[in-house]
């Protein structure tokens, strides 16, 4: 079976930091291309960032670039997004996406994880 797990959500001030997790059962880990997303109460959901199944590209959504940072642990078969700067607007739920091959910056990821909740207080 698929499994993506997130952890790492909970409450945090504005201008604080997280850094979230996915870990996840894909394997072989690394040819599966990686993704954050959020989603806020009433928004669609929004792609964050993306990472290559070989962590060699990565991309991110303007709104993000310059605060946060994804990353991979292939020996831990995890996936990570550190959240720096963190702004009460990007209070959501925070999701983890896997696929097979390219990195995309749209909903086409075909395994998703159950969410992460994210509190930025002001």
């Known amino acids: 079976q698929v499994q993506l797990v997130e952890s790492g959500g909970g409450l945090v001030q504005a201008g604080g930091s997280l850094r979230l997790s996915c870990a996840a059962s894909?394997?072989?880990?690394?040819?599966?291309?990686m993704a954050w997303f959020r989603q806020a109460p009433g928004k669609k959901r929004d792609f964050l960032a993306a990472?290559?199944?070989?962590?060699?590209?990565?991309n991110y959504a303007d709104s993000v670039k310059g605060r946060f940072t994804i990353s991979r642990d292939i020996t831990k078969n995890t996936v990570y997004l550190q959240m720096n700067s963190l702004k009460p607007e990007e209070t959501a739920v925070y999701y983890c996406?896997?696929?097979?091959?390219?990195?995309?910056?749209?909903?086409?990821?075909?395994?998703w994880g159950q969410g992460t909740q994210v509190t930025v207080s002001s």
């Open positions: 996406a896997a696929k097979i091959g390219r990195i995309e910056t749209t909903l086409g990821y075909d395994y």
């Open positions: 894909l394997r072989p880990f690394n040819i599966y291309a």
């Open positions: 990472i290559s199944g070989s962590g060699g590209t990565t």
